[in-house]
């Protein structure tokens, strides 16, 4: 079946504008996670879904950062007055339910620049 | 704040020799410890996941799990140049997924 699919795979901004990154998660997978990757780091987690509602969102480096799930499927993460130091890869991961150990499926990612 | 440390490498390896990977954590309440593997490039894909002390085996790969000593391993047998990739090491406790750096692993024909 289908995967984890995000979009676009590539964006390319400039300092100080405003970006949005899509998700689809796997079919009937009730959680979505939002993870963040730098060139040598492993991924650092961003914000998680339950269904249509945010979960966790410890890991939002500040209010510039935001995610919605409106309908509990597709996610958008929004990124406001982007810097220099948001660019990296942008993982979306999703899991059939959160109980403890269940795996993650992770997309193939946007990678973001900032110009 | 929760910690998992890698070795970044690159661990080198002859092809067809066992290649160990290892990883600390500092929050004893985790529960579920996972190893992800990442080409260049690409997302992680995860190939195992281990819940309980002692050794689990899928295959050419092991994964080790000592939570006395909060260490995690990963054992991959009769290596191959495909086994090259990044190797993460990621952690939960009914909290999201804390990852390490990654070793780079490469495995040399």
């Known amino acids: 079946g289908a995967g984890v699919s995000q979009t676009p795979s590539n964006k390319v901004t400039e300092k100080g504008k405003y970006v949005e990154l899509r998700c689809d998660p796997i079919s009937g997978h009730t959680a979505l996670y939002w993870y963040r990757q730098s060139l040598g780091q492993g991924p650092e987690f961003l914000i998680y879904?339950?269904?249509?509602?945010?979960?966790?969102d410890s890991g939002l480096p500040n209010d510039r950062f935001f995610a919605v799930r409106p309908e509990g499927s597709v996610s958008t993460l929004k990124i406001q007055r982007t810097e220099r130091g948001d660019s990296a890869v942008y993982l979306c991961?999703?899991?059939?339910?959160?109980?403890?150990?269940?795996?993650?499926?992770f997309g193939p990612g946007t990678r973001l620049t900032v110009l | 704040q929760k910690e998992v440390e890698q070795n970044s490498g690159p661990l080198s390896v002859p092809e067809g020799a066992i290649a160990s990977l290892n990883c600390t954590y500092s929050d004893r309440g985790s529960q579920s410890f996972f190893w992800y593997r990442q080409y260049s490039g690409k997302s992680p894909e995860l190939i195992m996941s281990i819940y309980s002390n002692g050794d689990k085996e899928d295959g050419r790969f092991t994964a080790q799990l000592n939570k006395a000593s909060q260490y995690v391993s990963l054992l991959i047998r009769d290596s191959q140049p495909s086994d090259s990739a990044t190797y993460l090491c990621?952690?939960?406790?009914?909290?999201?997924?804390?990852f390490g750096k990654g070793t780079r692993l490469s495995v040399i024909a």
């Open positions: 991961a999703s899991s059939p339910g959160t109980r403890e150990g269940v795996t993650q499926y």
């Open positions: 879904f339950q269904g249509t509602g945010a979960a966790d």
């Open positions: 990621a952690v939960s406790g009914n909290t999201p997924l804390v």
